[in-house]
Nanobody, 115 residues
Framework: VQLVESGGGLVQPGGSLRLSCAASGFTFSSSRMSWYRQTPGKERELVASISSSGGIINYAASVNGRFTISRDNAKNTVYLQMNGLKPEDTALYYC?????????WGQGTQVTVSS
């Protein structure tokens, strides 16, 4: 299983970023995918998740209405469109795949929101 995140960076408050997670080594189209984030000293937080078909989507209350998760099963890729970014969105963002009874993680991509 390999999950490779990209798209992080430095952005000003109110700006946008689009994160991507390229997956390989498992049946992507059968797996629920999620984005998590973590800041130093805090637990990893679920940001958004999407079912295998894309029909069931959940968001953390803190990002609902600003972030959009989507997936392209033909490209084995899951995305996180982040709009209206706030300084409190600064974190290391991880892609996660739920495979049978285990979760697999990417290495993370850093998002920093600062003026």
């Amino acid at each position: 299983v390999q999950l490779v995140e990209s798209g992080g960076g430095l952005v000003q408050p109110g700006g946008s970023l689009r994160l991507s997670c390229a997956a390989s080594g498992f049946t992507f189209s059968s797996s629920r995918m999620s984005w998590y984030r973590q800041t130093p000293g805090k637990e990893r937080e679920l940001v958004a998740s999407i079912s295998s078909s894309g029909g069931i989507i959940n968001y953390a209350a803190s990002v609902n209405g600003r972030f959009t998760i989507s997936r392209d099963n033909a490209k084995n890729t899951v995305y996180l469109q982040m709009n209206g970014l706030k300084p409190e969105d600064t974190a290391l963002y991880y892609c996660s795949a739920a495979i049978i009874l285990s979760n697999y993680w990417g290495q993370g991509t850093q998002v920093t929101v600062s003026s």
